[in-house]
Structures are given as structure tokens and as C-alpha cells.
């Protein structure tokens, strides 16, 4: 069968399979329940092939669309691309699940080397001139074609995102940003990996048992095996999640470790080594600005922007300057608070007293926490089992909000033992999907938590949903319980909303499936979602002691309700200091030159009013993994965004009810069910009957008074 390249304008022979070499799995769909990946047959070495194949598959496919001797058609161009890459999406999907959860050197060399390939196979589509022709003759007669809504709106998105990038562009432009892309393609690439490598490198150790005083006994059990495995038995290794600030800060009472470990999160990609990322960030957000300068936006903010709901980046400068002054006012409250505690400890121990620093923070804040409200994090640990937490916290709701039920499925293959499969049902019994879970962290997986999809839902391909949830738990030693903290059972609840959006999508096509929204929409669910964590009914069922088994006493949920505002200057401050380095890089115009991370942070800081040291931004530059390789980049408000979503919505569940299935067959058929095939903000002013309001997020986080 020949190929017909429309990037290189030639023909090429597709490989074929010897009869006698092993069969690669990735080339056909799996014959597995609901399409799942065959993970106990696919190998590192069945990647490049089957990525090769994939992309002059779809290249073979889309020759056939810009050749058919019909006109335009709906059916035979719009609908024909939808369908078309079949193959290379289900190699992408496994692959990027897998460097992402399961990393190792072979699969980082691929993902390097396939990279910049990806961008130009996406550019030789988007930027072929016959092919945006037939689609722009199909925009222009929209009225006129009768599409059903849901058609209509696809038309509409194809015609812009071949706009966007870059369909009318000019033959020497167009070469330049085909080399734009291919460069941000590997850069990204290396970001990434750097990371990952640099965190790993970065881990503290010490070995000394005293130092880790005020930590649990199961953290400090796994902090041996972690140690142990790194091949320093007899020692104790902390490792680095992915924010600034690392959990452990909070009950270490060692101070000089407690700077050792907060110096090692900070400085990751910034430390002059082989893993160094300072460079990489400069020329990515040059290269972007370049890039939307071609396309013809000021910045690259702009341009990303336009596709979002809040549409401008005045309108996100409008939300953030609203919320800057409050969250800074509080955080300087709490600073002082703080640092009264530490006069006082200084005090009674007759001594002088030290200055608070960021590495102080948490633990200070806990002491403070402590005392005002009688209220000890760990005192939460003993009633937060994952295994609890998650079948009757998370799968309970579920149960009771939507009707699904969940049965663990041994028998389908996975791509590391830790990971569990549960197929979903329907209230009725009918299968819905299948939900895999991958909650412990490790050395071959990436900081952060997030969601992914192996299958996504579509009535056009005929194919159901096959989520993924994934986390970065410690991973306690063998026989002994994983005791979460309740930031990682609320992550559980989060990361299980973007599951749901997945699971109840109910679109005809793949482009719309699920979590295919606006970046500053698709947090919205999933921060609903929440709300559960800690709501009576729910909290009563899985919040119970893991050696007894009796329920948290009521007097210590009072505390941890009554704890909930507390600190949060700090933790919006932190997180606003993270979104405004961003809209700083990425609002950069093309032509100015390279930054320096070590001086373009402090004095963007400094402009936006939040350069407090003992209040780092969430992320840094060398290590903000959302926005340098993710796909977050200029649009990480979008959490504080959504989340005035999420807030004003939670208001409307407490005002109706709260956790009934009246409530979630609502939210379910009015907003989750439709993915991205209706407009955003319609689906929710539809929804809940108006536009949303700011002040149920100024109140749940204490910045509707300042201090």
C-alpha cells in the first residue's frame, strides 16, 4: 500500500509485518472488554513502529479527504478527519500514559526522538493548504448545510483551529512555524525529563533517625525504604512531590533539615547541573512569543486565551488583581501570627528567637493551627486508609449522587502491579467503563496528580470510556496501611471529578469527548466534586479508624471544619504567585530577549505585588511543569477561575439538597454528559440559571475581609 505524504509531497511504502517478527499489539485495536490497552504485551521497542505507522495512516487518510473528486462534504471532510488517526491516537494515548506514569531511559530516548516528528505530522495536517480549502468552503456555507448542533459546532472548531494554527499563513511562514513547533516540541520535551531526573536527584537524606522527629511512624518507615531502595539501607530518604512546598515541612521539627528539604524542592532545575532548566524556559517562552507573533498576537497569552472562556488576558488581570491585595493582606497576618509562635517557643526555651522563613512556614502554621483551633493534622492520618477513602468516600458518593456502582476487575492487564481496574455501572447495571487507579508514587512517574484517558467515549467510533486516575502517595512498607493526609483525600475526590467528566460524556464525537473543554472549564467538575470530600454523610462513611474501624469522633471533624479557613493567605498567595509567573512569561513579546528565571521571577513578583519570601509561589519557574510541558501554559489561573465556578455551584447543591440522585442526574445530563459540544459558559449559565458570582470563593477562602 503506498503512502502519500502530504508533509514531504512523495510516496512511501508502508511497513509491513514479516510473518514470522512478533505481532505488535499497538497496531490493531485491542480485543480486550472496552478496547483496553494489552499493557502485558506491549514492549519499549513496538513504540517507534507503530508511531511511524500511525502517522502515514492518517496521512494516507487525509490524502484521501484533499483527493476525493466529490465536493466538500460534511460527511466526507469533517466527519472523515474525525475519524481519521485512529491509530496513532491509541499509540499517543499509551505512550504518554506511560512516560508519564512509568517512565524509563528507553521510553524518554523515544519520546525525544518522536517529539518534533508529532509537530510536524500535526503541522503537514493543519497547514495543508487543500484541506483547509475544503474546510473553509464548508464554514463559509454553515447556515446553509442543516447540521444538527453538535455537527455545526465541530465545523466550527475545525475551521478554527486550522486558523489558529496557522492554515493561512503564507509558504515562508508557514516554514518558519514549522520549525517553531518542531523546536518547542523537543524543549518541552526536555523539560520534562530534566524534571523528573533532577527530582529524583534531588531527594534528602540524612542519617540520622533523629533528624526525622515530628514526622509519623509510617512516614518515617517509608522514608527507610525509600532509602534502602536507593541503595543507602540504614539511612532515611525524603523525596520531592511536585509544588514547592513538600508535606513533611509541616511536622519536621529539625530545623536545618526542614531548610535542607525546602532548598532541594526550590532549586530543582535551577542548579547549574546536567538537569538544569533555566535555558530551556527562557527559549521556550521567547519561542512562543515568536511563535503567536507569527500568527499575529501580541503574545503568546493572548493567543491562548482567545480559545478559553475568560477569552482576554484582561479579563484574567480583572479576577487576579481582585484577589491579589486580600490574599497578600491575610498572608501577612498569618506571617505575624507565626512568627509570634516562634518568639514564644524562643522565649520559653531561653534563647533568641530566628526570623520565619519559607521552610518555617508549614510547621509553624501547624503549631498556630494546633493551638487556636485544638486541631493536629496527624491526628486525621489514622481514619484516612486509601483503600477506605476511595471505595467508601469516593465510589460512595458516586453511588449515591449518581447511582454507579464499581467492581474491581482482576483480569485485564496493567502497566505496573500497583495499579487497580474497576468497571463502572450504571445504576440499571449497564456497564459504563472502566476506571483504573495508580496512586502510589515512584521513582519512573512524574510529580502531581492527574487524570487521563486510555478510551474515550464517542458514538461515532462506537467506543466506551477507559479513565485513569493517578497520584503520587507514598507507597508504605510492605503489610502496612497507606495513611492519607487530607490534602491527598481531597486530590482523591478531585482527580476522581475529572474521571466523571469522562465517564458520563455522552457526545457523538472524539473531539468533544469528556474532558475535551476549555482548560480554564475542565477544573470546574472536578473541584465540585471536592465538596464531598468532607460532607456529613460521605465523611461519616469513610473516615474511620484503619486499626478499629471506629468513625472520627465528631469533636475532631468540628476541628477540621473549623480549621478549613485557616491559612489560607498563604495558600491562595502561594498559588496566585504561580499564575502570575505564568501570565508573566507568556505575556513576553516576541523580539525581547532572553530571560533570566533568577531575575525575571523576583521582579514579576515584585510588579504584581506578591514578593513575600516566606511565601514562595507555588511552583517556580525551573519546575513549573504545567505550563513548560504541560498544557497549562498562560492558563494556569484557570484553577482560581473555575473555582468561582465550583464555589457558586456548590452553594447551588447545599441550596437543593445536597447529595441526591435528583441533584447529580442534573449536573450529570445538563454539564458533564456534553463535553466540549456545546459552549462552556452556556452549558453552565444553563445549568444554574445565571452567570456565576464571585463571592461564595471570596467567603470559602476567607478574602472576602481582609484582615
Not at 496521512?59 to 485512529?86: C, D
Not at 495536517?125 to 483547509?132: A, C, K, T, V, W
Not at 498544557?631 to 489561573?637: D, L
Request: aromatic share 10%; net charge negative; proline share 6%.
Amino acid at each position: 500500500m503506498l503512502a502519500c505524504s502530504v508533509l514531504m509531497g512523495a510516496c512511501a511504502q508502508v511497513p509491513t509485518t514479516p510473518a514470522t517478527a512478533p505481532i505488535n499489539p499497538l497496531l490493531q485495536p485491542s480485543s480486550l472488554p472496552y478496547q483496553v490497552p494489552a499493557f502485558d504485551r506491549i514492549r519499549d521497542e513496538h513504540f517507534l513502529p507503530a508511531f511511524e505507522a500511525g502517522m502515514q495512516q492518517q496521512l494516507v487518510e487525509v490524502s484521501a479527504i484533499t483527493q476525493s473528486p466529490e465536493p466538500p462534504g460534511f460527511i466526507n471532510t469533517i466527519e472523515a478527519l474525525e475519524r481519521s488517526g485512529q491509530l496513532l491516537g491509541r499509540v499517543s494515548t499509551v505512550f504518554y500514559s506511560l512516560t508519564g506514569a512509568n517512565t524509563n531511559p528507553t521510553l524518554q530516548e523515544i519520546e525525544q526522538e518522536i517529539a518534533p516528528q508529532l509537530a510536524a505530522h500535526r503541522d503537514a495536517i493543519y497547514l495543508d493548504s487543500e484541506l483547509y480549502a475544503r474546510v473553509r468552503s464548508l464554514y463559509q456555507q454553515r447556515e446553509t448545510l442543516q447540521l444538527d448542533p453538535e455537527s455545526l459546532r465541530l465545523l466550527e472548531r475545525y475551521h478554527q483551529s486550522f486558523v489558529r494554527a496557522g492554515a493561512r499563513l503564507n509558504d515562508d511562514e508557514k516554514t518558519q512555524l514549522r520549525e517553531l513547533n518542531e523546536t518547542l516540541s523537543t524543549l518541552t520535551t526536555q523539560f520534562q525529563q530534566n524534571l523528573l531526573k533532577d527530582t529524583n536527584a534531588s531527594m534528602v537524606v540524612t542519617d540520622r533517625r533523629d533528624d526525622l522527629l515530628g514526622l509519623s511512624a509510617d512516614a518515617i518507615a517509608a522514608a527507610a525504604e525509600t532509602a534502602k531502595a536507593n541503595g543507602q539501607a540504614g539511612q532515611w530518604a525524603l523525596t520531592l512531590q511536585l509544588p514547592t512546598g513538600q508535606p513533611a515541612l509541616a511536622s519536621l521539627q529539625n530545623r536545618e533539615l526542614r531548610e535542607r528539604l525546602y532548598l532541594a524542592s526550590s532549586e530543582r532545575g535551577n542548579n547549574g547541573n546536567e538537569f538544569d532548566n533555566k535555558e530551556v524556559v527562557a527559549q521556550i517562552a521567547a519561542l512562543r512569543a515568536q511563535r503567536a507573533a507569527l500568527l499575529g498576537y501580541p503574545t503568546h497569552a493572548a493567543y491562548q486565551l482567545e480559545d478559553q472562556t475568560a477569552a482576554t488576558t484582561a479579563a484574567v488581570s480583572e479576577l487576579l488583581d481582585r484577589l491579589v491585595p486580600a490574599a497578600v493582606a491575610n498572608a501577612r497576618a498569618e506571617a505575624a501570627d507565626l512568627q509570634q509562635r516562634i518568639n514564644a517557643e524562643a522565649k520559653l526555651a531561653g534563647r533568641k528567637p530566628f526570623t520565619l522563613a519559607a521552610w518555617d512556614w508549614a510547621y509553624y502554621a501547624e503549631q498556630v493551627r494546633k493551638a487556636r483551633f485544638d486541631f493536629d493534622e496527624s491526628q486525621l492520618r489514622p481514619y484516612f486508609e486509601l483503600n477506605r477513602v476511595l471505595q467508601d468516600g469516593v465510589f460512595y458518593f458516586a453511588g449515591q449522587l449518581y447511582g454507579l456502582s464499581f467492581k474491581e476487575r482482576k483480569d485485564l492487564p496493567v502497566y505496573h502491579p500497583d495499579v487497580r481496574v474497576f468497571e463502572v455501572f450504571e445504576a440499571d447495571g449497564k456497564p459504563l467503563g472502566l476506571f483504573y487507579g495508580d496512586y502510589y508514587a515512584r521513582a519512573s512517574k512524574r510529580g502531581g496528580a492527574w487524570m487521563n484517558s486510555f478510551v474515550s467515549q464517542s458514538q461515532l467510533l462506537g467506543t466506551q470510556p477507559v479513565v485513569a486516575n493517578t497520584l503520587n502517595i507514598p507507597k508504605p512498607p510492605p503489610g502496612e496501611p497507606a495513611l492519607l493526609s487530607f490534602e491527598e483525600v481531597n486530590t482523591l475526590f478531585h482527580e476522581f471529578g475529572h474521571a466523571l467528566h469522562a465517564l458520563f460524556s455522552d457526545v457523538r464525537y472524539p473531539r468533544f469527548s469528556g474532558t475535551s473543554v476549555p482548560r480554564d472549564f475542565v477544573e470546574y467538575p472536578s473541584q465540585v466534586h471536592e465538596m464531598w470530600a468532607l460532607y456529613p454523610q460521605v465523611l461519616a462513611h469513610y473516615a474511620r479508624h484503619h486499626q478499629s474501624g471506629e468513625p472520627m469522633p465528631q469533636a475532631l471533624v468540628d476541628k477540621l471544619l473549623a480549621a478549613e479557613k485557616f491559612n489560607q493567605g498563604f495558600a491562595t498567595t502561594e498559588y496566585l504567585g504561580a499564575t502570575l509567573l505564568d501570565q508573566a512569561w507568556h505575556r513576553l513579546s516576541a523580539g525581547q530577549p532572553l530571560q533570566d528565571p533568577r531575575i525575571f521571577e523576583p521582579s514579576a513578583l515584585r510588579k504584581a505585588g506578591l514578593a513575600l519570601e516566606t511565601v514562595p509561589p507555588r511552583y517556580r519557574s525551573t519546575y513549573f511543569a504545567h505550563v513548560f510541558s504541560g498544557g497549562y501554559s498562560a492558563g494556569y489561573y484557570s484553577y482560581i477561575w473555575s473555582e468561582v465556578l465550583d464555589a457558586d455551584t456548590v452553594e447551588w447543591f447545599k441550596e437543593n439538597g445536597g447529595l441526591t440522585r435528583a441533584n447529580g442526574d442534573r449536573f450529570r445530563k445538563a454539564l458533564l454528559s456534553r463535553g466540549g459540544s456545546q459552549d462552556a459558559m452556556t452549558l453552565y449559565r444553563d445549568f444554574r440559571g445565571r452567570d456565576p458570582q464571585i463571592e461564595p470563593l471570596l467567603q470559602r477562602r476567607g478574602l472576602d475581609r481582609a484582615p
